[in-house]
């Protein structure tokens, strides 16, 4: 990690020279960064990584030789670098870039949808922030090696009674899909439905679904406008123009998909999604903030314990990033703050610790 007063230096990788000198004339506008060196594909950045030691890698995915996926897992094992993904958004990448995500890369840039050079260089000043905060990132906190599998996910139990309206809501930003991938596979199949507020570029959020739905013994899907939140389901709120919120209708909680300016910088937001749950939810209800960037989700958890839901934030140790999950803390949104793998347990095990009402229409 940089010291305060030095410069983030960047290693570029990416096949295009195009590509390669617009990246690197943004970066020389910002003057916390600098450029130190560029490679063709893997195999050239390989070579690099120790004689040039980044702070951080930008990262193309498809190259040439060695791909940026097998690079990646060269690198993250043993010698983890903060690396932002720069890469396209076709579907076949995008499920590329999941793969990245789950081996440590600490962030997402979606190239324009036309690759057009002019494009990535509007976004360039975007890039630079999300560059500088990668910095900070601790890539590896989360082993892919160890994911959590339903075979391998014994020992937690759901309670013998649930309330029907009982809910679990979960928001997370910067290494937020290596936590997700990690936990996830621990709750069992007959579980509340879960929703979710993953902050993702839009065309990502549907390939990291269908990738949890071969790990998970739930359900998951990304959702849609107008979807029933059951039992045994996992939504995950679908990166792009909107937010997700529920609503409580006669058939139960409903996916609503709303227009609406960001939220700390971020559409989905979680805050948006938590301030919904506690809204409709009150007291049946468990949340959870892990790893990521910013402050989104602080105040709408706030809310959902304001209300009487459980909350829970994942803690600095076991964080990618210790930003979300600090914030919530900071301003007692979190009633207590725990490693990642006990979080699964810890919303289970509230709802035996939550009385229920007498009025059968809230349970």
Same mark, same amino acid.
């Given at each position: 990690?940089?010291?305060?007063?030095?410069?983030?230096?960047?290693? *570029?990788?990416?096949?295009? #020279?195009?590509?390669?000198?617009?990246?690197?004339?943004?970066?020389?506008?910002?003057?916390?960064?600098?450029?130190?060196?560029?490679? =063709?594909?893997?195999?050239?950045?390989?070579?690099?990584?120790?004689?040039?030691?980044?702070?951080? @890698?930008?990262?193309?995915?498809?190259?040439?030789?060695?791909?940026?996926?097998?690079?990646?897992?060269?690198?993250?094992?043993?010698?983890?670098?903060?690396?932002?993904?720069?890469?396209?958004?076709?579907?076949?990448?995008?499920?590329?870039?999941?793969?990245?995500?789950?081996?440590?890369?600490?962030? @997402?840039?979606?190239?324009?949808?036309?690759?057009?050079?002019?494009?990535?260089?509007?976004?360039?000043?975007?890039?630079?922030?999300?560059?500088?905060?990668?910095?900070? #990132?601790?890539?590896?906190?989360?082993?892919?090696?160890?994911?959590?599998?339903?075979?391998?996910?014994?020992?937690?139990?759901?309670?013998?009674?649930?309330? /029907?309206?009982? *809910?679990?809501?979960?928001?997370?930003?910067?290494?937020?899909?290596?936590?997700?991938?990690?936990?996830?596979?621990?709750?069992?199949?007959?579980?509340?439905?879960?929703? *979710?507020?993953? &902050?993702?570029?839009?065309?990502? =959020? /549907?390939?990291?679904?269908?990738?949890?739905?071969?790990?998970?013994?739930?359900?998951?899907?990304?959702?849609?406008?107008?979807?029933?939140?059951?039992?045994?389901?996992?939504?995950?709120?679908?990166?792009?123009?909107? &937010?997700?919120? *529920?609503?409580?209708?006669?058939?139960?909680?409903?996916?609503?998909?709303?227009?609406?300016?960001?939220?700390?910088?971020?559409?989905?937001?979680?805050?948006?999604?938590?301030?919904?749950?506690?809204?409709?939810?009150?007291?049946?209800?468990?949340?959870?903030?892990?790893?990521?960037?910013?402050?989104?989700?602080?105040?709408?958890?706030?809310?959902?314990?304001?209300?009487?839901?459980?909350?829970?934030?994942?803690?600095?140790?076991?964080?990618?990033?210790?930003?979300?999950?600090?914030?919530?803390?900071?301003?007692?949104?979190?009633?207590?703050?725990?490693?990642?793998?006990?979080?699964?347990?810890?919303? @289970?095990?509230?709802?035996? #610790?939550?009385?229920?009402?007498?009025?059968?229409?809230?349970?």
């Amino acid at each position: 990690m940089p010291t305060r007063d030095s410069k983030i230096r960047v290693l *570029i990788v990416d096949d295009s #020279a195009m590509i390669r000198r617009v990246i690197a004339m943004g970066i020389q506008q910002d003057d916390r960064l600098e450029v130190v060196g560029y490679a =063709t594909n893997g195999e050239q950045a390989r070579d690099m990584l120790d004689r040039l030691r980044p702070d951080v @890698i930008t990262l193309d995915l498809e190259m040439p030789n060695m791909d940026g996926l097998t690079f990646m897992r060269t690198y993250m094992r043993q010698n983890p670098v903060p690396t932002v993904v720069i890469s396209s958004t076709t579907n076949v990448n995008s499920r590329a870039t999941i793969q990245a995500m789950e081996a440590g890369a600490v962030d @997402i840039i979606a190239k324009p949808s036309a690759g057009t050079t002019a494009g990535l260089a509007s976004m360039m000043q975007d890039i630079c922030v999300r560059i500088r905060q990668a910095a900070s #990132a601790k890539p590896g906190t989360t082993r892919p090696s160890v994911l959590v599998t339903p075979s391998t996910s014994s020992g937690i139990q759901l309670p013998n009674r649930i309330p /029907h309206s009982w *809910i679990f809501a979960l928001g997370s930003s910067t290494g937020g899909i290596q936590a997700l991938t990690r936990i996830l596979p621990f709750f069992p199949a007959e579980s509340p439905g879960i929703v *979710i507020c993953q &902050h993702m570029p839009e065309g990502f =959020t /549907h390939s990291f679904a269908t990738r949890l739905d071969t790990l998970c013994q739930m359900r998951v899907n990304e959702a849609r406008d107008g979807d029933l939140v059951q039992k045994g389901q996992i939504l995950i709120a679908p990166g792009g123009e909107k &937010h997700m919120k *529920i609503v409580r209708t006669q058939t139960g909680y409903r996916v609503q998909l709303v227009a609406g300016d960001p939220v700390c910088y971020s559409r989905p937001s979680v805050d948006v999604l938590f301030e919904s749950v506690a809204k409709e939810a009150g007291r049946y209800c468990s949340a959870a903030i892990l790893t990521g960037m910013g402050r989104d989700g602080a105040q709408g958890m706030l809310r959902i314990r304001q209300n009487g839901g459980r909350t829970f934030a994942q803690n600095e140790k076991t964080c990618v990033v210790y930003g979300m999950p600090q914030a919530a803390a900071q301003v007692g949104a979190a009633e207590s703050i725990l490693p990642l793998d006990s979080i699964p347990k810890a919303m @289970i095990e509230a709802i035996s #610790a939550t009385p229920v009402r007498s009025n059968p229409s809230l349970t």
